[in-house]
């Protein structure tokens, strides 16, 4: 079906937020499931459960920091091509997806050559030991195989999304998803393959994915096309980009950072079974925030366009829905796991003392998460009308700012419990500042001057 120019600011506001919302949910959800359901799998493996799970879990820093360039175009370009779309400059849009394409592709060479040369250093350094970076190095080099297909993924289908094509951008990680989880118990366990089985099923999804999203921005079907005049760089355009890119690419990669010093801390204080017990814990944080971060990638194309349009009453419905619904969902979530931890725990593993571990540990350490959907609906506002410079500030706040510190010095006092503890200080701090910049700069943001400055 031909989509439509200007969908986003004429349907109606309540089916159009459904209608872009939940395709771009389970999108988020699945595509956390690329991970996940290779560490669900990992963990069961026989006689090598612990440590495997150990080995990959160290690195999921560099996945993580090899996603974030992906959402350094992708968040960073989506945006203000819609903005473009609803400003009713159609070529202009189309270029800034051309300039997209040509950074993905420019980030993969690089990233797949710094990380294949610097792989095992790097795992000792985030937390591998002797019994576990085996595993770690197994994984990652035959993951990098795959750097052009992650990139292309995720950081095109932000541009289909911002075009109102969400059930085309959900079925591009469907796709994907759903070959990762048939291939993963069959290389791992039928051809026993062991990690090496989990990464090699997580490149083919990831060629899947990258070729229906490529294939789509090339048809007729696409109001924004992949064109070859496009790809020249114009670094107008690459400027701005980096200049809304910087907000995403720091929260992604400040993941990995994050990822980096929790589980060398762990290591330092605790050993092989703490750094399992981080391991299982981000994995339910982010799998928790899927939805979450799906439902305002949904929302936000609908918040840019009518911004661009000029049509301001629209685009406030718009963010204070998602701010609201992003708070509670969040709050009931975090309710749900903090009552049942173990649960969650025998999903990743089977260790009754791993198990033990994260059952009296996890409520401590998600707990921040009762407020922090506050943050992860006004943060996605701020990049849906361009303000790099507030939601960069926010992204770097909670991460850069207080949790890596905060897990540096709190062990020096509390031993492995300051890092377990340094995770909520940081959520609920970061929250209310991110509500307290919202309340005091939403209203002169949502202007006509502001939006003329946008060029």
Not at 326 to 344: D, K, N
Request: aromatic share 10%; glycine share 10%.
């Amino acid at each position: 079906m031909q989509l439509k120019e200007d969908s986003l600011g004429t349907e109606k506001l309540s089916g159009l937020m459904v209608k872009m919302a939940v395709p771009s949910v389970i999108a988020q959800v699945i595509n956390i499931l690329y991970n996940i359901v290779d560490r669900v799998y990992i963990g069961h493996i026989p006689d090598a459960s612990s440590d495997a799970l150990t080995g990959v879990g160290v690195v999921f820093p560099i996945v993580t920091f090899i996603s974030a360039f992906s959402a350094f175009v992708g968040s960073g370009g989506a945006p203000l091509s819609a903005i473009w779309q609803g400003k009713g400059d159609h070529d202009k849009a189309e270029k800034i997806l051309g300039n997209g394409v040509t950074l993905l592709i420019f980030f993969s060479a690089a990233l797949m050559i710094v990380f294949s040369v610097f792989a095992e250093p790097l795992l000792y350094l985030f937390g591998a030991s002797d019994a576990t970076v085996g595993y770690g190095k197994t994984y990652i080099l035959i993951y990098l195989t795959g750097t052009l297909f992650v990139e292309l993924a995720l950081g095109l289908n932000p541009y289909i999304i911002a075009q109102g094509a969400a059930k085309t951008g959900m079925m591009s990680v469907v796709i994907g998803a759903v070959i990762n989880i048939v291939l993963d118990p069959v290389f791992i366990f039928v051809f026993d393959m062991g990690v090496a089985g989990a990464a090699v099923a997580t490149v083919i999804s990831q060629l899947v994915s990258a070729a229906w999203v490529v294939g789509f921005l090339m048809s007729k079907k696409a109001l924004l096309k992949i064109r070859l005049k496009n790809l020249k760089p114009d670094f107008s355009i690459i400027k701005k980009v980096s200049a809304l890119g910087v907000s995403p690419f720091v929260m992604r990669s400040t993941e990995s950072l994050v990822g980096i010093v929790l589980n060398s801390g762990m290591q330092r204080y605790g050993g092989d079974l703490y750094v399992g017990s981080i391991t299982i814990m981000q994995s339910i944080l982010q799998f928790f925030s899927a939805p979450l971060s799906g439902f305002t990638q949904g929302i936000q194309p609908i918040i840019s366009y009518n911004f661009g349009a000029g049509k301001f009453d629209r685009a406030k419905k718009t963010y204070r829905s998602m701010i609201l619904i992003s708070g509670a969902f969040s709050f009931i979530g975090t309710v749900i796991i903090m009552a049942f931890p173990r649960l969650f725990a025998a999903m990743f593993t089977n260790s009754g003392e791993l198990i033990d571990l994260c059952g009296a540990k996890m409520p401590l350490f998600i707990c921040g998460m009762l407020l922090f959907g506050l943050q992860m609906g006004i943060q996605p506002t701020f990049m849906a009308l361009g303000q790099a410079k507030i939601s960069l500030f926010i992204a770097a706040l909670r991460k850069v700012i207080l949790l890596v510190p905060l897990a540096l010095i709190l062990p020096v006092f509390f031993g492995y419990d300051g890092i377990y503890l340094a995770e909520p200080i940081s959520d609920f701090t970061s929250a209310t500042v991110a509500t307290v910049l919202f309340l005091v700069n939403i209203k002169k943001i949502l202007t006509k001057e502001t939006l003329d400055k946008i060029k």
